[in-house]
């Protein structure tokens, strides 16, 4: 008797079930990487670098809140909504249901590359099942967030979380598959234009009125030029899996700014830790067998929330200027402080992550001694366990371990035993306290700039 485990049911069974279709013994798995901290953990350069050995590539939460930067061949590119494979010619990229789409924001972004000799759109797919970021849910967003006056949560201000709070809500939702219907995407703006404009009014008289004729024109001349790539991912993920083509998932934002696992409120309004990949794809989640956990040498945060281990001080802002620490999407001054092994621990558990890289460790070199927060001290109780109240999280002081700092430049390092002996043991113990073996470490924003540790 065969195995029939259902997604790997093996070939033979397989093509009796589906005549006619070629099915590869066994699918190959597939990749993943996420963020193990509060975003820009330096996925996008991680991601760059495992894209040689994929096919196809795909963003499957979050939106143009995300700002991914690679660096090769002397190039800088900055990605937002666009998968980071685009960038290599042999790819596919895939926009899967989860994502959130401003039409104007993705062909912005397909226009820069195609200025600077890249023109992706032939291998673009975005799903028809991807909803639709639209003017009233950029206006909305920036009237809630008054609202919340000191207890803001600083979002990116592009209508994430008010576009994922309508589909949520599933009264007046738009799909890609709606958009580029011409007649039932006009009707659909029709109706909704005249309720929404009522609840803004409500939140502020003097704000701006829509022009529903004119977001339509807009919207449809957008719909045109983004048809041809609007495609049902779902069923050709599905398809590549099992003719055994590699997929690897980019994740955007980082495991601590999930809506059901992060510091909520403080949060994005997807999930962003490894959870996120089966229901944002549509890909079982049996499928994807390397969990790669990115995180930096120490800690960022843009926005509001609880931050342990901040360091709101002059070694906080070296940190700054040497990690040259300012967000890619809005420019924003990031938060820095020290590594947090109980959030990345966290993190890299509800994932499941098989194997972790740190990221920007170059930017630790010329301290004195470095401290990695290995426990919290909440009213006198010591835990390792992150607290699911924001409360509990503002108040928990961090129990931190020394370690020696290193002065040698380490940027042009590309195996591990050359470190600095004190850069190993950080790089070590950090691994230890996250409790996944440390397989890449990351010395600098290139490509080349990139230790691979075997474990
Ligand atoms: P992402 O959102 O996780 O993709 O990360 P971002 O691209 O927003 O932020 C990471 C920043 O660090 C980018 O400017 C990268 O070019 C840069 N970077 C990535 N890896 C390294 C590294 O090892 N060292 C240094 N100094 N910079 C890095
Ligand atoms: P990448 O993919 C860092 C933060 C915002 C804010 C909160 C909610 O580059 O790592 P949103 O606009 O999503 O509703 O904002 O989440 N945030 C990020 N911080 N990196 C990101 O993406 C982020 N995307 C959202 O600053 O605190
Ligand atoms: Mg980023």
Redesign the pocket.
Known sequence: MTPTSGFFLCSEQRQQEIPGRTVREKPVPATSVI?LQ???EA?GKIVDLLTEKHDIVIRYQ?GN????TVKFDGNTYKLSLLPTGILQGHVKSVIAPGVVINPHAILKELDGLAAGGKDCTDRLMISDRAHVICPWHLLEEVAFEAARGGNA????M?G??TCYREKMGRTHAIRIGDLILKDAFAAKVREIVPFKQKVLNALNPDGEQMDADQIIEDYSACADRLRPMVADTTSYLLDALESGKRLLFEG???SL?DIDHGTFP????SNSSGCGIHGGSGIPERAIQQMIGVAKAYTTR????PFPTELDNEVGQKIREAGNEYG?VTGRPRRCGWLDTVATRYSARISGVDSITIALLDVLTGFDELYICEAYNINGQVTRDMPSRCEDLEIAKPVLRRIEGWTEDITGIRRFEDLPKAAQEYVTAAGQLIGSPVSIVSVGPDREQTIHVPY
């Open positions: 963020g509060w975003g820009d996925k979050g809140n995300a700002g991914h949560i600083g979002t990116t592009r994430i979380g955007a934002q980082g700014l403080y949060v994005t309004s843009v926005g509001g929330g890619t």
